[in-house]
Antibody, heavy 118, light 110 residues
């Protein structure tokens, strides 16, 4: 069965960096686009970034452009999100999700919490 | 502020029907597929509807989706207390080249 397991969240100071990982299993990872989607405490969903299956197409939300970098390692069935220059407003649960054509997500991980605070 | 507009909350009695609207523009809903997600408290979102009106396997036919012009609608019939959740619509915005979500609608089954 499809599984997506995020890791790497935690407490970081403003201006700091964090790298999130998402381990995928149960499907051919290299066939699928993948996304990061976040949810601030008590707030709605906010799409962060997506990456094509071969990493040749990448998009970012304006709120993270220039600070976050999405990447993947198809040999390791893993998705990553490098987050730099973190701000308090980046505090959220970060979900990795498998993207399908037409921009929808059929499987989501359980999420990892990132807290940016001094 | 979300580009897609959803009502903050809706409510109905068990067994009744409810609809949740999602309003956008020609650059997003008007020219792209809409998907819907259910988020039960403390859990990850779950896909309910994709490509406007297609239910993934395992999603009961009590859930339905439709789209007309720049608006989409999620319908839920035969409401159950277990349907109490937050519901989100999502789509691609061709002008902004970003994915956008609605602000979410909290469903209360009275």
């Amino acid at each position: 069965q499809v599984q997506l397991v995020e890791s790497g969240g935690g407490l970081v100071k403003p201006g700091g960096s964090l790298r999130l990982s998402c381990a995928a299993s149960g499907f051919t990872f290299s066939d699928y686009y993948m996304s990061w989607i976040r949810q601030a405490p008590g707030r709605g969903l906010e799409w962060v970034s997506y990456i094509s299956n071969r990493a040749n197409t990448i998009y970012y939300a304006d709120s993270v452009k220039g600070r976050f970098t999405i990447s993947r390692d198809n040999a390791k069935n893993s998705l990553y999100l490098q987050m730099n220059s973190l701000r308090a407003e980046d505090t959220a649960v970060y979900y990795c999700a498998r993207e399908r054509g037409g921009h929808y997500w059929d499987f989501w991980g359980q999420g990892t919490l990132v807290t940016v605070s001094s | 502020q979300s580009v897609l507009t959803q009502p903050p909350s809706v409510s109905a009695a068990p067994g009744q029907k409810v609809t949740i609207s999602c309003s956008g523009s020609s650059s997003n809903i008007g020219n792209n597929y809409v998907s819907w997600y259910q988020q039960l408290p403390g859990t990850a979102p779950k896909l309910l509807i994709h490509e406007n009106d297609i239910r993934p396997s395992g999603i009961p036919d009590r859930f339905s989706g439709s789209k007309s012009g720049t608006a989409a609608t999620l319908g839920i019939t035969g409401l159950q207390t277990g349907d109490e959740a937050d519901y989100y619509c999502g789509t691609w915005d061709s002008s902004l080249s970003v994915v956008i979500f609605g602000g979410g609608t909290k469903l209360t089954v009275l």
